[in-house]
């Protein structure tokens, strides 16, 4: 029967999102959105059905596909149908109005929205069903899988920590600070596409491994993953952030300055912002300001922590600065990332 369907070609970005819908990551939705959906969530962040949400997760195609409502697409992905998409709609999109609400931004020097651009003007709708599974790799487990970890370990306040980058001084301050609030901190990378000039994921895999193996707590901290493309959507992607991590069991997420933001598209606390325009979202958002090393305080701080009278003195942390200097051959100092970390990260530059 599966064999005699039409077939539509899929690149591995939607192979990610497809399982993501099929195992409830994305819950509340169970496949990818129609046209309601995507405007809906483009205009007001919710679904028609009201529930908050501010990623459209779409399935796009450079031609109008030859379908209709109700038929059955088999979705291939290396010469093998991979899923089944039960179409419920099929519809043209207007890629610069929806990369302007979603992103922000019209402009192709943007990732997120040149990739959008990239994969075509027309989308197809409707519910997901999974015919051959990804092999998974050790850090990728479904949502059902992590919640039954967190009841095992007895962790009641999980802090879910989301990066897609290797750990400098400032991402450890934060893990620590979510040590401090949970039973557990979630260290979540994601193991999807990024853009070119971050690290790669192996890099920061290894990285967060020796972290962790050497400087926490092990028995608190979980370092798992999210297959899932970055998006670099800024205060739109840590809301879908947040909510895709309270669906792993996750009871509170940290929200950092500049959060799933690049380059200078967002202002940097628009991501604080954003929740305060929504309804709870069944877990607690930490917002955590800007994190540098201070020399006159001692060692990594915060706005908070920090006199403004030391503003001069401080030195702020980026991995864009770290990767530089790498770049130049130079050692960072220990300021801006541990010195025992330097060899994982001398491989992905």
């Not at 099929?90 to 990369?99: F, S, T």
Request: proline share 8%; net charge neutral.
């Amino acid at each position: 029967m599966v064999e005699t369907l039409p077939t539509l070609q899929i690149g591995e970005d939607e192979r990610l999102d497809l399982e993501n819908l099929a195992t409830g990551a994305f819950a509340p939705l169970q496949g990818f959105m129609t046209r309601e959906e995507t405007l809906s969530v483009a205009e007001a962040m919710r679904l028609p059905t009201g529930e908050v949400w501010t990623i459209p997760i779409l399935l796009q195609t450079p031609e109008r596909p030859r379908v209709g409502r109700g038929e059955t697409l088999a979705l291939v992905h290396g010469g093998e149908r991979v899923a089944l998409l039960h179409v419920q709609d099929v519809y043209a999109l207007d890629l610069r109005q929806l990369a302007k609400q979603v992103f922000g931004t019209e402009s192709e020097a943007h990732p997120g929205v040149a990739r959008l651009y990239a994969k075509g003007p027309y989308a197809l709708g409707g519910r997901v069903e999974v015919l051959k599974p990804r092999a998974r790799g050790p850090l990728e487990k479904t949502p059902e899988e992590v919640r039954a970890l967190f009841r095992a370990w007895g962790w009641r306040r999980v802090v879910a920590f989301q990066t897609r980058n290797a750990p400098h001084r400032a991402h450890e301050y934060l893990i620590r600070l979510g040590l401090e609030l949970a039973d557990g901190v979630l260290i979540h990378p994601i193991l999807g596409a990024k853009k070119a000039d971050d690290f790669p994921t192996e890099v920061i895999v290894q990285a967060y491994e020796a972290l962790i193996r050497d400087f926490l707590p092990q028995n608190r901290v979980a370092l798992l993953g999210l297959a899932t493309p970055m998006r670099y959507a800024g205060p739109k992607e840590a809301v879908f952030h947040a909510l895709v991590r309270k669906n792993f069991g996750a009871t509170h997420f940290l929200v950092g300055r500049d959060h799933a933001g690049v380059g200078d598209f967002y202002d940097p606390y628009a991501a604080h912002r954003i929740f305060d325009e929504l309804p709870p979202l069944g877990i607690e958002i930490v917002r955590v300001g800007a994190i540098f090393h201070c020399p006159l305080c001692g060692g990594i701080a915060s706005e908070r922590t920090c006199p403004e009278a030391h503003r001069e003195k401080r030195l702020s942390i980026s991995m864009t600065k770290v990767r530089s200097l790498l770049r130049e051959g130079k050692t960072p100092p220990p300021e801006l990332v541990r010195p025992e970390l330097l060899p994982i990260l001398r491989q992905g530059v």
